[in-house]
């Protein structure tokens, strides 16, 4: 039984890392600025598991574990006053602390001059994160909440025992309403905005190998 088992473990250590933040100007218009964050941290773990327990089944799974966090963060901005005074960074944006997935995948060799047929399912998994990197200051209310999606793909490989190959895909197959990101304007216009992941949608390839 082929088995796969791959882990990484790994800490980085960030000076001077480039953020960038809205402010408002004495005319009250936003400004984006880009400023540097002294000090960051980011320890993380990864691994992934591949199993074949016949030529016709493959069975996997991932999972990350990130820790990303400002360890010096204060960093001067101006006020609508145009007065400069200190901002404190946190929490760390766009990292979700846990993510994931799991596959089955069945295969079904046709032979020689019909090509092999695959059927494959996963799903990926992240916890919540923050869009703004100054959510717990300027921009609070800035959190998207985890979420999981469930994908699903059929291949017919070599058809016809040639070289073309071709697909049918389906993502977001259960339809799920989640978040993917935002745009923090809460420090200058009072709001911040969501952009929602796209819907349930379905899709095909074909792919020549030469």
Known sequence: MPVTFNVAAYQQWVDNIQRAAYVPEPSGTPSLVTTNVPKAKITGVELSLDISPSPSVDLGVSAAYTDARYTDNEVILPN???????????????????????????????????????????????????????????????????YALVNGRINWANIGGSEISASLFGRNLLNRKYYAGG?????????????????????????VDF
């Open 80 to 146: 609508s006053e145009g007065v400069f005074s200190p901002t404190f960074y946190g929490p760390y944006a766009d990292a979700p602390k846990w993510t994931g997935n799991a596959y089955v995948q069945i295969n079904h060799d046709m032979g020689p001059d019909n090509g092999e047929l695959s059927f494959r399912a996963d799903v990926y998994a992240q916890s919540k994160f923050f869009f703004s990197n100054v959510g717990s200051t300027l921009a609070p209310e800035s959190t998207i909440k985890g």
């Open 183 to 207: 745009n923090s304007i809460g420090a200058t216009l009072g709001l911040n905005t969501s952009v929602p992941g796209r819907p349930r949608f379905w899709g095909a390839e074909v792919r």
